[in-house]
């Protein structure tokens, strides 16, 4: 009979070994991808090769090949998911926005953020830079933003956004603030 935190840390341990599996297979798909092997055994798309091969809903492969396609460009997050320190469902939704300059955040944001709440984060930091046009130039390199956790593990966030990014962020607070209530 285990007791309740070696249960939790067995759990933990398990799952890590699953998101180190699953950062590889991410990267094989990656090459599978790259040389169009699913065509040439005859599979009409990536994911259906993969959903063909390895038993998964044909939404669970596509968020696989969507994840090897980004590997290249997101480094942090290929490291992470290849060590086990995030799982397939956050890297997918790092590597669907992540950018150079806002990866590392992200990345951040996924070690502490549930999934569903990282998902809500990345969408923000799409809609939030899909929304600047040229005139918002000047404006957008004046912004900034921090958030951290502090010792007392509250979260603290400090900036100066956008209109539109302030907006976002608004509404990502409001949906956090329901969902918690």
């Known amino acids: 009979e285990l007791s309740d935190d070696d249960l939790d840390k067995q759990m933990q341990a398990l799952w890590a070994h699953v998101h180190v599996a699953m950062g590889r297979a991410a990267a094989l798909q990656a090459e599978i991808n790259r040389r169009g092997l699913w065509h040439k055994w005859g599979a009409r798309s990536a994911g259906h090769w993969l959903s063909w091969r390895a038993g998964l809903s044909m939404r669970e492969a596509n968020v696989v090949c969507r994840v090897a396609d980004r590997l290249d460009d997101c480094?942090?997050?290929?490291?992470?998911?290849?060590?086990?320190?995030?799982?397939?469902?956050?890297?997918?939704?790092?590597?669907?926005?992540a950018t150079d300059a806002t990866e590392d955040t992200?990345?951040?944001?996924?070690?502490?953020?549930?999934?569903?709440?990282?998902?809500?984060?990345a969408r923000a930091y799409h809609?939030?830079?899909?929304?600047l046009s040229d005139e918002d130039t000047e404006r957008h390199h004046r912004r900034y933003l921090s958030a951290y956790f502090d010792e007392?593990?509250?979260?603290?966030?400090?900036?100066?956004?956008?209109?539109?990014?302030?907006?976002?962020?608004?509404?990502?607070?409001?949906?956090a603030f329901d969902k918690n209530a």
């Open 75 to 97: 480094p942090g997050t290929t490291k992470a998911l290849q060590a086990g320190e995030v799982s397939l469902a956050k890297a997918a939704a790092i590597t669907r926005v």
């Open 106 to 121: 992200l990345l951040y944001y996924a070690r502490y953020a549930p999934t569903p709440e990282l998902e809500g984060i």
């Open 127 to 131: 809609k939030a830079t899909e929304a």
């Open 152 to 175: 007392a593990s509250d979260y603290i966030i400090r900036g100066r956004l956008t209109p539109e990014a302030g907006a976002v962020v608004d509404k990502a607070l409001a949906v």
